[in-house]
C-alpha cells in the first residue's frame, strides 16, 4: 500500500521559515522523482518544487525560486521542502506527490501517480 504522509504545516509570520516533510512508504523511493505543490482556496493545484530520482536534478516555480529547498533523503524515504522568507501569498495547502518515471522532472501534476493529505501553511502578515 502506497503512502505519502506531510507533516511540518503551521502558522508562521512573513519572513518566518518552515520545514516540510513527505514520508513514502510501499515505493521504491529511490527510483521516484518527487514533487511539492500547493493549493489556496479558491486557486488550482500549482507546482512548488521537484526533485529528481537521486537527488542531483531540482526544480522550481518562479514564485518561490531562491526562497524554497527541496532535498530528498533515500536511505529515510524522505522528501523535504524548506521554506524560508515566507510571505502571506504562500499560504495554502501543501501536498508531496510521487512519480513513477524515473527519467523526468516534471511540474504537471498530472505526472504524478501518488499525492499526500496535505498539510496546511498559514503566513500571517
Known amino acids: 500500500q502506497v503512502q505519502l504522509v506531510e507533516s511540518g504545516g503551521g502558522l508562521v509570520q512573513a519572513g518566518g521559515s518552515l520545514r516540510l516533510s513527505c514520508a513514502a512508504s510501499?515505493?521504491?523511493?529511490?527510483?521516484?522523482?518527487m514533487g511539492w505543490f500547493r493549493q489556496a482556496p479558491g486557486k488550482e493545484r500549482e507546482f512548488a518544487a521537484a526533485i529528481n530520482y537521486s537527488g542531483g536534478t531540482t526544480y522550481y516555480a518562479d514564485s518561490v525560486k531562491g526562497r524554497f529547498t527541496i532535498s530528498k533523503d533515500n536511505a529515510k524515504n524522505t522528501v523535504y521542502l524548506q521554506m524560508d522568507s515566507l510571505k502571506p501569498e504562500d499560504t495554502a495547502v501543501y501536498y508531496c506527490a510521487a512519480d513513477k518515471t524515473t527519467n523526468r522532472i516534471a511540474a504537471s501534476p498530472r505526472a504524478y501517480d501518488y499525492w499526500g493529505q496535505g498539510t496546511q501553511v498559514t503566513v500571517s502578515s
Open positions: 510501499g515505493l521504491t523511493f529511490s527510483r521516484l522523482t
